[in-house]
C-alpha cells in the first residue's frame, strides 16, 4: 500500500498538477482499513477453538449480540471470554455458558447469572474475579501497548496475596487460586501491580459505523466496548446503521477506524432490558418506620450541595430520592455523570441503565463516557462521596461485601475500586444484623473489599464513625435503643461519642 501510494505521489508530481488537484486526491483515495462483511458467519470466519474473545457490553446493555449468537452456532469451545459479566442465562454470553463452551471467563461480576454462580461452584468453569475498574485499565492498557501498572484497587485483599479461588473441585475444595501481585508503595499509598490484557479477538457492538470504519456508541452502551476496540488481534464491530464518511463529526468519532478490522451490520436487535424500572407516582413520598425505611432517612443527610457521589445498588440508591434543595451529581461506575430519576413508564430506553442495570434517564448537563474514564474519575479521587451496602465492617474499617466462600459468588463489580480511591468519603448502609449473625466485627471473616476504607456505617439502630486511629465510634443511636442493646448487637468494642446523638432523618417534604 505504501509503495503505491508513493507512485501515485510521484506520478502527480512529475506530471504538474495543481496543489489543490493533488490535495483532492490525496484526501478522497485513502484506503478503508475495516473489511465489511455480509454474513456473521464470513465475520467470524477465523476464530478458533481455544481463542481468547473480547466481548463488550455491560449487563445485557451493548452486548454484541448477533455475534455471541454465531459464536455459539459455530460451536468453537474451549475459549476464554473476558467481559464484565456474562449476560443472563438465555441471553448474551450466557448462551456459551449454557453450551459449555466457555472454559474461563475473566469478569468483574457473575450477578444474577444463576448458571454462571452454579458452573463456577461445581469446578465446571474457571472464573477469574477482577475488580471492574481495574479490569477497564487492563484491557484500555493492552490495547495502548503498556504491559503493566500499578494501581491502589484491591490492595490488602485476595487479588493482592492470591488465594482467590479460580476453579473449584467437585467436591467443594478448591483446585486453581489466583497468584499473589506485586506491591509498592508511591507517595506513602500501597499499590498493587496489574498486568494488561489483550485478546485474540474483541467482538464489540456499535451504533453507527462511517464507510471509513470509524464508530460511534449510543448512550451508555459505550461501556466496554471502546477499550476493548483496541486491544483485540483482530477487533469484529456489530451495528445498527452504516453511514456514508462525513456523517459521523471527527469530534463525534468514539473509535477510530485504525482500531477496527471487520464490520458487520444486522437490525432487530432485542436489546433485552435486564432490570426495568421505573418512577412510581408515589416515590420518595411513603416510608415506614420499617428498619431499612430507617437506614435511607439517615442515609439521605449525607448529601452536601455541589457533591460528586457513586451510590450502590438498593438503599443507598433509594437515598437518592430525598435529596432536596441542594445540588448532588450522581455518577455511575458504567460511563454516566449527571443520573436522574428512573423513567417513566413508556420512557425507559435500552441504551441507558445504571450500574444496577436498572433503567435510569440522564439530566441537562450530563455526559456519558467508557467505562475506563470512568473509573479513571473513580481511581483519581474525583469523587466525593461513595455509598455501598456490606456483609461485614471490622472495628478499623475493612469491608467485606462480595464473597460468601463455596455458597455466594457475586464478584465485586466496582466496589474494589470505588472503596479504595483517595480522598472519597465511603459510607456503608446496612441492617445491624442478619438473621441474628453479627455484622460489625473486630475482624472481618468473609474475603475483603478493602481495608480500612470504611469511614461511616449507618444502621437501622445507630450510626458509627470509624476513625483510623481509635475505631469505632457511636455517634447517633435510634430511638429505643440502649448502649446495652447496641453492644449486645455488635461484636466490634467501641467508643461513645460524648456529643452522642439520637439517630438523625431526613425531613420528608
Known amino acids: 500500500?505504501?509503495?503505491?501510494?508513493?507512485?501515485?505521489?510521484?506520478?502527480?508530481?512529475?506530471?504538474?498538477?495543481?496543489?489543490?488537484?493533488?490535495?483532492?486526491?490525496?484526501?478522497t483515495t485513502g484506503a478503508c482499513h475495516a473489511e465489511f462483511c455480509d454474513t456473521v458467519d464470513q465475520a467470524l470466519r477465523d476464530i478458533r477453538d481455544g481463542d481468547k474473545l473480547l466481548v463488550g457490553g455491560f449487563g445485557l446493555c451493548g452486548i454484541p449480540e448477533f455475534l455471541i449468537d454465531g459464536i455459539q452456532n459455530k460451536g468453537v469451545k474451549d475459549l476464554t471470554c473476558v467481559s464484565n459479566n456474562a449476560?443472563?442465562?438465555?441471553?448474551?454470553?450466557?448462551?456459551?455458558?449454557?453450551?459449555?463452551?466457555?472454559?474461563?471467563?475473566?469478569?468483574?461480576?457473575?450477578?444474577?447469572?444463576?448458571?454462571?454462580e452454579r458452573q463456577f461452584l461445581s469446578g465446571e468453569l474457571e472464573v477469574e474475579l477482577t475488580p471492574q475498574g481495574t479490569l477497564a485499565e487492563r484491557i484500555r492498557a493492552g490495547g495502548a501497548g503498556v504491559p503493566a501498572f500499578f494501581t491502589p484497587t484491591g490492595y490488602g485483599t485476595l487479588i493482592h496475596k492470591g488465594g482467590s479461588p479460580i476453579k473449584y473441585n467437585s467436591d467443594g475444595s478448591v483446585a486453581i487460586t489466583s497468584q499473589p501481585r506485586e506491591d509498592r508503595v508511591f507517595n506513602g499509598r500501597n499499590y498493587i501491580m496489574e498486568e494488561a490484557i489483550t485478546g485474540d479477538f474483541a467482538l464489540i457492538k456499535g451504533y453507527k459505523a462511517d464507510e471509513a470504519g470509524n464508530l460511534t456508541f449510543r448512550l451508555s452502551a459505550n461501556n466496554f466496548n471502546q477499550p476493548m476496540a483496541s486491544a483485540g488481534n483482530i477487533t469484529i464491530a456489530e451495528v445498527e446503521e452504516i453511514v456514508p464518511v462525513g456523517t459521523i463529526p471527527p469530534e463525534d468519532v468514539h473509535v477510530p477506524c485504525i482500531f477496527v478490522d471487520r464490520i458487520i451490520q444486522r437490525t432487530g436487535h432485542q436489546k433485552r432490558i435486564e432490570k426495568?424500572?421505573?418512577?412510581?407516582?408515589?416515590?420518595?413520598?411513603?416510608?415506614?418506620?420499617?428498619?431499612?425505611?430507617?437506614?435511607?432517612?439517615?442515609?439521605?443527610?449525607?448529601?452536601?450541595?455541589?457533591?460528586?457521589?457513586?451510590?450502590g445498588i438498593g438503599i443507598p440508591m433509594m437515598a437518592a430520592n430525598y435529596i432536596s434543595g441542594i445540588t448532588v451529581t450522581l455518577q455511575?461506575?458504567?460511563?454516566?455523570?449527571?443520573?436522574?430519576?428512573?423513567?417513566?413508564?413508556?420512557?425507559?430506553?435500552?441504551?441507558?441503565?445504571?450500574?444496577?442495570?436498572?433503567?435510569?434517564?440522564?439530566?441537562?448537563?450530563?455526559?456519558?463516557?467508557?467505562?475506563?474514564?470512568?473509573?479513571?474519575?473513580?481511581?483519581?479521587?474525583?469523587v466525593d462521596l461513595t455509598m455501598l451496602g456490606g456483609l461485614q465492617v471490622s472495628a478499623r474499617g475493612d469491608l467485606a461485601n462480595w464473597m460468601i466462600p463455596g455458597k455466594m459468588v457475586k464478584g465485586m463489580g466496582g466496589a474494589m475500586d470505588l472503596v479504595g480511591s483517595p480522598g472519597t468519603t465511603v459510607v456503608v448502609t446496612m441492617e445491624h444484623t442478619a438473621r441474628g449473625a453479627h455484622k460489625i466485627l473486630p475482624e472481618c471473616t468473609l474475603p475483603l473489599t478493602g481495608t480500612q476504607v470504611v469511614d461511616k456505617i449507618i444502621t437501622e439502630k445507630c450510626v458509627f464513625n470509624v476513625d483510623k486511629e481509635v475505631g469505632l465510634v457511636l455517634v447517633?443511636?435510634?430511638?429505643?435503643?440502649?448502649?446495652?442493646?447496641?453492644?449486645?448487637?455488635?461484636?466490634?468494642?467501641?467508643e461513645v461519642s460524648p456529643d452522642l446523638k439520637p439517630l438523625q432523618q431526613i425531613k420528608m417534604q
Open 87 to 116: 449476560g443472563v442465562d438465555d441471553f448474551g454470553l450466557g448462551l456459551l455458558l449454557q453450551n459449555k463452551q466457555v472454559k474461563r471467563m475473566i469478569s468483574s461480576y457473575v450477578g444474577e447469572n444463576a448458571e454462571f
Open 476 to 494: 447517633e443511636i435510634a430511638e429505643g435503643e440502649t448502649l446495652d442493646s447496641i453492644k449486645e448487637a455488635t461484636s466490634a468494642s467501641f
Open 276 to 311: 426495568v424500572t421505573l418512577l412510581a407516582e408515589d416515590s420518595g413520598k411513603k416510608l415506614s418506620d420499617s428498619p431499612r425505611d430507617r437506614i435511607i432517612r439517615r442515609a439521605a443527610l449525607e448529601f452536601t450541595d455541589g457533591m460528586f457521589a457513586n451510590l
Open 1 to 27: 500500500w505504501y509503495q503505491r501510494r508513493v507512485r501515485v505521489i510521484r506520478n502527480i508530481l512529475s506530471q504538474g498538477l495543481k496543489t489543490h488537484s493533488f490535495k483532492r486526491l490525496i484526501s
Open 332 to 382: 455511575s461506575e458504567n460511563g454516566i455523570l449527571g443520573l436522574g430519576p428512573f423513567p417513566r413508564p413508556g420512557e425507559q430506553d435500552p441504551d441507558l441503565i445504571n450500574a444496577g442495570k436498572q433503567t435510569v434517564t440522564i439530566l441537562p448537563g450530563s455526559s456519558l463516557f467508557s467505562s475506563d474514564t470512568s473509573f479513571g474519575m473513580i481511581r483519581g479521587g474525583h
